[in-house]
């Protein structure tokens, strides 16, 4: 195109207003800021009162009402205290009159407000975009979180903000612009991001797959490599010395890593976590109830206080009998009316023979019904027993599992998270402190000689091996303690971790963290860190020697029975040789013979005839 001689005032003209139009006030500036980013509050500091004076009557008083607090050293600015008040979003910081990087400002934040706005704000006329030392102090905020930041020349009249990948760089910009870039980090071009990885199933996973090759995988693991794959940044694990979570925590607060794949609880002096929107819960999980023994049938039926009662019952019953005869014969044959006893009991022929008179019918009468509502209550419930399983009582709160004097294993990391979080006292009394992979060992396999904690995600990996059982070897406590609201642990310095945060909360609002949990339960299970427990089938099974224990112990009660009757009627035959016994003995009959005479019972009075003359 060629320009012709008249046309150059008109080119100057427009040279001018689009220079001025370029040029951008401070106060349009934080005013679209506030707008547009919905900010609260202004938070201004100038340790210089005259250039403090001079932005309030050049700026300040042409700025849209908002909420403003203005500090003048760093000793006022209590930074922790300022943001549990206000809260760290939607905050605007603007820092005046700086012909250097303020570092110390920044150092007295510790760390504090890393999502706010911060819009420094240079008087030196130099050149912005070339400047080492403020690419540096860029380079510095990055490291330490500090990542949305403009730069405001007074001089130039210009607003800039920094790149940082491929490479550091501070470029012109304007509010639209900067808005539309503002804390993305979609290509990070390979940037390296380190991940603590241990072995803690199913948040975590690693083995060698069938290539030989180390493959890391679980919950956690898988979702952080998909974030870092969309971000296109360089997945570097960083392998902890054992696969305690403690180590984790030890690995952030130094710095050796960026991020781990689990899901720990709140601690806000060695990291910072991922926005919780769901509570965990801790349970006990503990053996299921074992089958019961053989030997234990024949009183299983019947609890204590009912075999107090039959037995109570036998001894008056068999006492009383023993008595009748004996004041009738003169003879004791308390063997001969135990098992009368015990036949009504179980329900089998028995005549009270040596019993005569009105007498025998009334205590027929109550053994046979005695005997009948006994013998068809036990020998039912016997009967159902032995053809079907029967258990031990399930453990099913703190108290029985403390009867049952069972182990509580748990880690050193555990116990220091439970003692801060209300675990219940009486389980501390219960609690062994062994180290992590003496923990995984046990809880591994199943073993039912100790109790385990567990929170959801890792209990729903042992329901998932245990479904083909018909009754699980492991079961939980139904007492939910420990509510924590968990997260995933990031170092507190990083520049991604509010972007892992929002990430982290689509995938649950969309339902992928679901998918995640199901498909790292069946890893787990595939490649052998926890294994499917054999299917148990209903079959016939061939008698082992326990099933003759039962009829052992119960020839073993019958003979110590006829023992027992025994010595009693030795003893009571014994007594009977003694003087003063006998004189008593013929005392009694002697009354009873009369009382018989006057009742006119002769079948008594010639028994006891017969009886006085064996005596």
């Known amino acids: 195109m060629i320009l012709h001689q008249p046309c150059k005032p008109l080119m100057h003209l427009l040279f001018i207003t689009i220079y001025f139009a370029s040029a951008q006030s401070l106060t349009q500036i934080l005013k679209d800021l506030n707008q547009r980013l919905l900010v609260t509050t202004n938070i201004l500091f100038c340790n210089q009162s005259e250039k403090l004076l001079n932005f309030e009557s050049k700026y300040l008083q042409q700025m849209h009402p908002i909420s403003l607090l203005i500090y003048t050293s760093t000793e006022s600015l209590n930074t922790t205290q300022l943001q ?78 920094k790149r940082l990948f491929p490479r550091i760089l501070i470029e012109r910009t304007s509010i639209g612009n900067y808005l539309t870039v503002r804390g993305s980090f979609a290509d990070l071009y390979g940037f390296p991001v380190r991940v603590a990885a241990y072995n803690n199933a199913p948040r975590t996973l690693i083995y ?36 305690s979570p403690g180590n984790c925590t030890l690995a952030l607060k130094d710095g050796r890593v960026d991020v781990c794949a689990d899901a720990l609880a709140a601690n806000t002096t060695a990291f910072s976590l991922t926005h919780g929107f769901r509570i965990a819960s801790a349970n006990v999980l503990v053996t299921h109830a074992k089958p019961l023994h053989s030997y234990r049938y024949l009183t299983a039926p019947f609890q204590w206080s009912v075999w107090l009662c039959l037995a109570s019952y036998v001894i008056l019953v068999v006492s009383f009998l023993s008595i009748i005869h004996w004041l009738k014969s003169g003879r004791w044959d308390c063997s001969k009316h135990f098992l009368e006893v015990f036949s009504s009991l179980l329900f089998s022929s028995f005549e009270l023979k040596e019993i005569r008179g009105k007498e025998r019918y009334i205590l027929f009468a109550v053994i046979f019904i005695a005997g009948f509502v006994y013998s068809t209550e036990y020998l039912g419930l016997l009967k159902s027993m032995l053809i079907s399983e029967v258990f031990e009582k399930q453990i099913d709160s703190f108290e029985s599992l ?13 116990k220091i998270l439970f003692a801060k979080y209300n675990m219940p006292e009486i389980l501390f009394s219960l609690m062994e402190t062994v180290p992590f992979e003496t923990l995984l060992e046990h809880r591994n396999r199943f073993d039912q000689d100790y109790a385990y904690v567990l929170f959801s995600d890792r209990m729903a990996l042992y329901d998932y091996a245990q479904q083909f059982l018909r009754h699980p070897k492991l079961l939980r406590i139904p007492i939910d303690f420990a509510f924590l609201y968990t997260g995933i642990p990031m170092r507190k310095q990083w520049f991604l971790k509010y972007h892992l945060s929002r990430a982290w909360y689509w995938a649950f609002e969309s339902g ?48 110590s029975l006829a023992l027992l009757t025994f010595v009693i009627e030795l003893t009571a035959w014994r007594m009977t040789g003694f003087p003063g016994c006998s004189h008593w003995i013929q005392r009694l009959q002697a009354q009873m013979k009369t009382t018989a005479g006057c009742l006119g019972d002769g079948d008594v009075d010639a028994e006891a005839d017969v009886d006085a003359k064996v005596v």
């Open 208 to 243: 060698q797959n069938k290539w030989g090759r180390t493959v890391f995988a679980g919950f956690y693991m898988r979702f952080l490599r998909a974030f870092i794959h969309s971000r296109n940044g360089s997945f570097v694990p960083i392998r902890t010395p054992s696969d």
């Open 84 to 161: 549990y008040d206000l809260g760290a979003d939607n905050k605007v910081f603007v820092l005046l009159g700086n012909d250097e990087p303020p570092y110390e400002f920044f150092r007295g934040m510790d760390l504090q407000f890393q999502s706010a706005e911060f819009v420094v704000v240079i008087d030196d006329p130099g050149d912005l975009e070339g400047e080492a030392k403020w690419l540096e102090f860029v380079e510095h905020l990055w490291v330490h979180g500090y990542v949305h930041l403009l730069f405001y020349s007074t001089h130039h009249k210009e607003l800039y903000h």
């Open 512 to 559: 992928l963290t679901r998918k995640l949990a199901l498909d790292a339960d069946f890893e787990a299970i595939r490649v052998g860190i926890v294994d499917f427990l054999i299917t148990e089938h209903q079959e016939a099974q061939s008698l082992g020697l326990d099933y003759f224990v039962m009829p052992a112990i119960a020839l073993a009660l019958g003979y």
């Open 402 to 414: 403390a009867e049952s004097n069972i182990t509580l294993l748990v880690d050193p990391y555990d």
